[in-house]
């Protein structure tokens, strides 16, 4: 069993745009029986928290396990190979390179924490979401262990379940987030248990998860939850009261300019009539993500430089900001970014610069209806976009369809989706995860400039 899961699970990180050496598909160390060949490589899942700003203030970040391998996950070796496959995927990702901008929560066993791995793990940024079971024995030597690691700086989160029994008390000292689900909404129920969890140690902060709805994340942000995290970021709903202020319908109508291939005087008039959206403009071709030597400031130069395929990602963009502020516009756009971006990586191979462009568009769009509050037909019959893109948001057909279906597949638990859609597009499996740690990291670079 554990030769199956190693195989299934292991594999080293290649750079995005180069084939992965033969050593990346072996296993991340050794196990205790040879794996056999011909599994593809572990895909990690990410899922976005929000803090009680609404935009993303944390990544939750686990392993992908078959329906069939869920049975076998409370199993001691089983958990030990699950971290350590965890613990290599976000070391080659380079998951460091986030915790600059963003925490990363992390599942982890307690057996786990004497890992060589956690040694040099970096605390800032950090939060190990410990797991444990009813038969976790808390004794002296774990005990010890989250002393040291507590007093090296990390941080730690337990599910409020596990918490609330007695037999885990001796964590609380340790604990500074505590999830809890709230899939039920029953109300009571929740601040119950809040308030019984309070009542033993001051000072946690709660997550709540498995958020399913806008309303349901209005509640909890009432009941002072910290962070928040589920399908609610990204679900579509209330589409029957669009959300298309002036702004937005002037960035469609300069859209539908570009898309035409209006002059550039044209367009510069333009902007001048939409001083808001100049000073925009202006503001993101001087940000240090361009790199110019010299500022910019006009008009005219600033669409020179841009050029038309990079202003038009660039207006698209500002759809999901252009309105009247909405709840969680920052954070749809975020994920629109990370989804467009490892879209546009995976086509990199077999696509050309602006077929890419056009996948990146796609990838935006995608999202476009959630944010706008509209059907997607709607949306989209209000913008001039090439057929491709239509056929892969609406009909996921096309030439660009896998790669958007594969982008959306690396935020879901669809471990199917991404072997048939990786081998479809002619990308290893275990390139992916690069992709979208960079796509996650290039993320927070550009959407400062938004």
């Known amino acids: 069993m554990l030769g199956r899961l190693v195989g299934m699970l292991s594999g080293n990180k290649p750079t995005p745009d180069t084939p992965p050496p033969p050593a990346a598909k072996a296993a991340a160390s050794p196990a205790p029986q040879a794996a056999p060949a011909a599994k593809p ?9 929000l803090g009680r700003d609404q935009k993303v203030a944390a990544y939750a970040f686990m392993l992908r396990r078959a329906p069939d391998e869920l049975r076998d996950a409370s199993l001691p070796e089983v ?22 901008q963003r925490q990363a929560f992390i599942p982890i066993s307690v057996a786990s924490l004497n890992h060589p791995l956690i040694a040099d793990w970096p605390a ?12 976790t024995a808390i004794d002296e030597a774990l005990l010890a262990r989250l002393t040291e690691m507590k007093a090296a700086g990390h941080t730690f989160a337990l599910d409020a379940d596990a918490l609330l029994s007695p037999a885990h008390h001796p964590l609380l000292a340790f604990v500074d987030y505590v999830l809890l689900n709230v899939s039920s909404e029953d109300i009571p129920t929740i601040t119950n ?42 679900r579509h709903e209330n589409l029957n009261s669009p959300v298309l202020g002036p702004s937005r319908a002037k960035v469609l109508d300069l859209m539908n300019r570009v898309r035409t291939g209006a002059e550039q005087s044209e367009l510069v008039e333009n902007f001048r ?14 940000s240090p993500g361009i790199g110019l030597l010299h500022k910019v400031g006009g008009i005219e130069q600033a669409l020179m430089i841009m050029g038309q395929d990079k202003l038009y990602r660039w207006l698209t963009l500002i759809l999901f900001t252009g309105g009247q502020a ?24 077999a696509l050309f610069a602006k077929a890419r462009d056009e996948v990146f568009v796609t990838g935006l769009f995608s999202l476009l209806d959630v944010v706008m509050r509209m059907p997607m037909e709607q949306v989209l019959k209000q913008v001039s976009l090439p057929v491709e893109i239509t056929e892969a948001i609406v009909s996921q057909n096309g030439p660009y369809a896998p790669y958007l279906g594969l982008a ?43």
């Open 79 to 100: 958990q030990r190979l699950y971290d350590e496959t965890l613990l290599n995927n976000l070391t080659n990702m380079d998951v460091a390179r986030l915790l600059a």
């Open 124 to 135: 800032a940024g950090t939060v190990w979401h410990l797991k444990v079971g009813g038969n």
């Open 41 to 49: 490589g572990s895909v990690m899942r990410r899922e976005a928290m």
């Open 273 to 286: 009539h939409d001083p808001a959206l100049s000073v925009r403009l202006l503001r993101y071709v001087n």
């Open 326 to 349: 909405q709840d969680l516009d920052q954070a749809v756009l975020e994920n629109a970014l990370v989804r467009a971006r490892v879209a546009e990586q995976l086509a990199s191979k």
């Open 193 to 234: 248990q809040m308030a019984a969890i309070s009542k033993l140690a001051s000072g946690k902060q709660f997550v709540a998860t498995e958020v399913q709805t806008l309303e349901a994340f209005h509640l909890c942000h009432k009941l002072q939850f910290a962070r928040f995290m589920g399908p609610f970021i990204t």
């Open 408 to 450: 959306i597949a690396c935020e879901q638990d669809d471990l199917g989706s991404i072997e048939t859609l990786s081998a479809q597009i002619g990308r290893d499996v275990a390139e992916i995860n690069a992709i979208h740690m960079d796509a996650l990291l290039w993320t927070q670079e550009i959407a400062v400039d938004v």
